[in-house]
Nanobody, 122 residues
């Protein structure tokens, strides 16, 4: 019973930046590792990044490493994804998710948001 709502998506030219937000309600996100995923038509949902409960540990997919940054503000019950140097291949619906497991690459996520569209034009 955690509700997650993503926002901040939009249309941006290649090389630009966007900052996505994931607002949680129902429970504090302090109990959860928080991740971002993305999905395009015809492809499986792809792991992007995850952050530990306290924000100390972060993991990134190789495709976004050095360009994207995940952060969290537990007091605001919000997780962020700063996306810089955007490429057309970053175009996708981006989803926020919460996991009751310790942070890792292949952990199970218990709650998912509805997603926000990110479109990068060339």
């Amino acid at each position: 019973q955690v509700q997650l709502v993503e926002s901040g998506g939009g249309l941006v030219q290649a090389g630009g930046s966007l900052r996505l937000s994931c607002a949680a309600s129902g429970r504090t996100i302090r109990s959860y590792a928080m991740g971002w995923f993305r999905q395009t038509l015809g492809k499986e949902r792809e792991f992007v990044t995850v952050i530990s409960r306290t924000g100390v540990v972060r993991y990134y997919a190789d495709s976004v490493k050095g360009r994207f940054t995940i952060s969290r503000d537990n007091a605001k019950n919000t997780v962020y994804l700063q996306m810089n140097s955007l490429k057309p291949e970053d175009t996708a619906v981006y989803y926020c998710a919460a996991s009751g497991q310790a942070v890792g690459i292949g952990i199970k996520y218990d709650y998912w948001g509805q997603g926000t569209q990110v479109t990068i034009s060339s």
